[in-house]
Nanobody, 123 residues
């Protein structure tokens, strides 16, 4: 069982930055692939970014060049640095983990989820 707790959300103006953090409670954190998803009001949860256990990274086209995912295996942490934020980035952001390799951009492919942190970008 892996527990995930996100933090770092808040209100920011368009063009600003936020850094989201996700703390994982597992001794084998380095074995997990980690991802960030988001869900805007009345929309489905969508893929944002993924980092493999080998630290390869993947991004949704909508955030490529603006967001950066990273991990610190010594601290059991994964981060999402979000720059040049836009109002359409407003959503609840979720941290997720999966053990086995494979599909990473579908929410139903992930095994564990945090409760989310709200990001609001004002215009």
């Amino acid at each position: 069982q892996v527990q995930l707790v996100e933090s770092g959300g808040g209100l920011v103006q368009a063009g600003g930055s936020l850094n989201l953090s996700c703390a994982a409670s597992t001794r084998s954190f380095s074995h997990y692939h980690m991802g960030w998803f988001r869900q805007a009001p009345e929309k489905e949860r969508e893929f944002v970014a993924h980092i493999t256990r080998a630290s390869s990274t993947y991004y949704a086209e909508s955030v490529k060049g603006r967001f950066t995912i990273s991990r610190d295996n010594d601290k059991n942490m994964v981060y999402l640095q979000m720059d040049m934020l836009k109002p359409e980035d407003t959503a609840v952001y979720f941290c997720a983990a999966k053990y086995y390799s494979g599909t990473y951009s579908r929410a139903d492919a992930m095994d564990y989820w945090g409760k989310g942190t709200l990001v609001t970008v004002s215009s």
